[in-house]
C-alpha cells in the first residue's frame, strides 16, 4: 500500500507542475485542489474499469451497474448512503488477503531481481523501505507488482500472515513466556467481524441472494455455494450452519467465473461500491456545468491512464 500512496503523491506533484505552467493566476491552494481532483478521478477510472472487473466478474458489474459509461453518466443520487458499511469493511474486502505472497522482491531498473524479502522478516518494517540499496525502496517495491503475479485467490493464506504476522522474539514479547509469538490474520479477521457484530454467513446470503441455507451439505437447501471438500470443512468447524462467519463462509465459496470472489462477497462488494458511486456528486463521469470534465478530459482518462 506503502507503493500506491507514494505513487499517487508524486502523480499530484506532477500534476501541479504541469498545471502551475499554464498562464492562469491560480494560487497555490487552487493548485492543490485541481491537481487532487484529476488524481482522485483517475483513481475513480482505475477502479470502476481495470480494478472491479477482476474482483467481481462481468457479471456482477452488470448487476451493480458499476461500468462507466463512454463519455458522461449521471447516477448520482442524494438519497444513496456513500457510507462504508461493517460488512464490506471488516469483512468482504479483506479477501485481498489471501492473494498476498510469502515472498516480496525488490526489483532492479533491469527487470531482474536484485533483493529477496521474505514477509515474516519485513512486514511493517519501515526500514524497509528507507534502507538504500540499488533497485531498492519504492521503485523496487513497484517493479516487483508490475512484474509479479498475486496468489491464487483461493481462499488460503501464506505462513507469513497466518502463522509469522509480527512476531517477536522474547524477552522482547510484552506477553512474556520461551517462544516465539505471532499473530494470526484470518482469526483477527474472524474476529473483527465479532466485534463488529457482524451476523453470520447464512445471514448474508440470504440478504444477497434469498437463499436460504438450513444444513452443511452443498445442495438447494445448504451450502450451495460451497464444494463438497469446503462445505465438510465448515461442518467439522461450526457446531450449526448459522455459527459460520462471514468471513470464513465467504471465503470458502466457489469463486465466480472471473472472479476473485464468490457471490456473498460479490454482493456485498458490489453494492459498496455502487453506493460510492451513486452517493458522490463530485464522481468524474458526472455531466455537472460547473465541475465536470470536459469530455477530452474524460478521453485522456482512457487512454493515459497509467
Not at 472487473?53 to 444513496?80: C, H, I, N, Q
Not at 522478516?121 to 508490475?146: I, Q, V, Y
Amino acid at each position: 500500500m506503502t507503493v500506491m500512496y507514494v505513487s499517487l503523491l508524486r502523480r499530484h506533484n506532477l500534476f501541479v507542475e504541469e498545471l502551475r505552467k499554464l498562464p492562469l493566476p491560480w494560487t497555490p491552494e487552487l493548485l492543490y485542489q485541481e491537481a487532487k481532483r484529476i488524481v482522485i478521478a483517475e483513481v475513480q477510472h482505475i477502479v470502476y474499469n481495470e480494478f472491479l472487473p477482476r474482483v467481481l466478474g462481468r457479471k456482477a458489474m452488470r448487476e451493480y451497474r458499476l461500468w462507466s459509461a463512454p463519455l458522461y453518466s449521471d447516477t448520482y443520487s442524494p438519497f444513496v448512503d456513500p457510507r462504508t458499511t461493517s460488512g464490506f469493511s471488516a469483512a468482504a474486502f479483506r479477501f485481498g488477503h489471501s492473494l498476498v505472497r510469502n515472498v516480496h522482491d525488490q526489483i532492479g531498473p533491469g527487470g531482474s531481481p536484485v533483493k529477496r524479502l521474505y514477509l515474516k522478516n519485513h512486514f511493517d518494517r519501515l526500514e524497509t523501505h528507507l534502507k538504500k540499496f540499488p533497485g531498492g525502496n519504492t521503485e523496487g517495491f513497484a517493479r516487483w507488482m508490475k512484474l509479479s503475479p498475486n496468489s491464487r485467490a483461493d481462499g488460503t493464506f501464506v505462513d507469513g500472515l497466518q502463522n509469522s504476522l509480527f512476531p517477536c522474539q522474547v524477552p522482547h514479547c510484552p506477553t512474556g513466556g520461551d517462544v516465539t509469538r505471532s499473530f494470526d490474520l484470518p482469526a483477527l479477521n474472524i474476529q473483527r467481524g465479532r466485534d463488529h457484530g457482524l451476523p453470520s454467513y447464512t445471514k448474508w446470503r440470504y440478504w444477497c441472494s434469498g437463499k436460504r441455507t438450513m444444513i452443511f451439505t452443498p445442495n438447494s437447501i445448504g451450502l450451495s455455494d460451497h464444494s463438497p471438500f469446503e462445505a465438510n470443512i465448515l461442518r467439522k468447524t461450526y457446531k450449526h450452519v448459522e455459527d459460520i462467519d462471514l468471513y470464513t463462509g465467504a471465503m470458502t465459496e466457489t469463486r465466480l467465473p472471473g472472479a476473485l470472489v464468490g457471490p456473498t462477497f460479490a454482493c456485498i462488494i458490489g453494492k459498496q461500491f455502487s453506493n460510492f458511486k451513486r452517493g458522490d456528486r463530485f464522481f468524474y463521469e458526472r455531466p455537472d456545468p460547473v465541475m465536470a470534465f470536459t469530455p477530452g478530459k474524460i478521453y485522456q482518462f482512457y487512454v493515459h491512464v497509467p
